[in-house]
């Protein structure tokens, strides 16, 4: 049972370069979201999904972009990546929100590098 | 809006002692939900406990509690018998019921938490 793969694992972009990080989910869950990691900030959320063909702004989407053309997976795009976009970035997916005792699964993380 | 604050940014406890990690919160959504999760150093993230907003008992699950105190809008997690396998960022998370928050869940900045032997 895999879970939550999220892909690459690293990565080590040039100022300007584009990339999409992969989440793959085989929970068949509604819900999945894209979070980055940093230093004394927590968890922050870049952008979120309700299901299938769906995508929603969360607390800090400027630079990214996010599809979800099909439920198992949740792409997050930079067109052209910035030093502050340096961060771990987590992928989770959840049941649907209705069920509110529902926790998210998370993905091993993706630490990327912008020089 | 949503925010979850996180006072304590690191906390040492005694092997074998109980703490307390401290969450405040702020909604305007009657129904919402309130979640810890531990993260070693080893970077997965580990769901603990779970707590609902109509729940009357505060939640438990092993050498986990959950002090929920609605009024003050706080859900501090309590761990009691601290081992050394403790030593881990945790975070408290919050998700928001059919409110503008649109169930998406968000996260505090975590407390970093050591256990000395």
């Known amino acids: 049972n895999a879970g939550v793969t999220q892909t690459p694992k690293f990565r080590v972009l040039k100022t300007g370069q584009s990339m999409t990080l992969l989440c793959a989910q085989d929970?068949?869950?509604?819900?999945m979201y894209w979070y980055r990691q940093d230093p004394g900030m927590g968890l922050r959320l870049i952008h979120y999904s309700v299901g299938e063909g769906t995508t929603a702004k969360g607390e800090v989407p400027d630079g990214y972009n996010v599809s979800r053309l099909k439920k198992q997976n949740f792409l997050l795009g930079l067109e052209s990546a910035a030093p502050s976009q340096t961060s771990v970035y987590f992928c989770?997916?959840?049941?649907?929100?209705?069920?509110?005792?529902?926790?998210?699964?998370f993905g091993q993380g993706t630490r990327l590098t912008v020089v | 809006a949503q925010k979850i604050t996180q006072t304590q940014p690191g906390m040492f406890v005694q092997e074998k002692e109980a703490v307390t990690l401290d969450c405040t919160y702020d909604?305007?959504?009657?129904?919402?939900?309130l979640f810890w999760y531990k993260q070693p150093s080893s970077g997965e993230m580990i769901f603990l406990i779970y707590q609902g907003s109509y729940d009357q008992q505060n939640a438990t699950e092993g050498r986990y509690s959950l002090n929920f105190q609605k009024a003050r809008k706080s859900a501090n997690l309590v761990i009691s018998a601290s081992q050394l396998g403790d030593s881990a960022m945790y975070f408290c998370?919050?998700?928001?019921?059919?409110?503008?928050?649109?169930?998406?869940?968000?996260f505090g900045a975590g407390t970093r938490l050591f256990v000395k032997a």
């Open positions: 989770a997916s959840s049941y649907s929100g209705a069920r509110m005792n529902t926790e998210a699964f």
């Open positions: 998370a919050m998700r928001e019921g059919r409110g503008t928050g649109g169930f998406k869940t968000i």
């Open positions: 929970m068949n869950h509604e819900y």
């Open positions: 909604t305007s959504d009657p129904s919402y939900g």
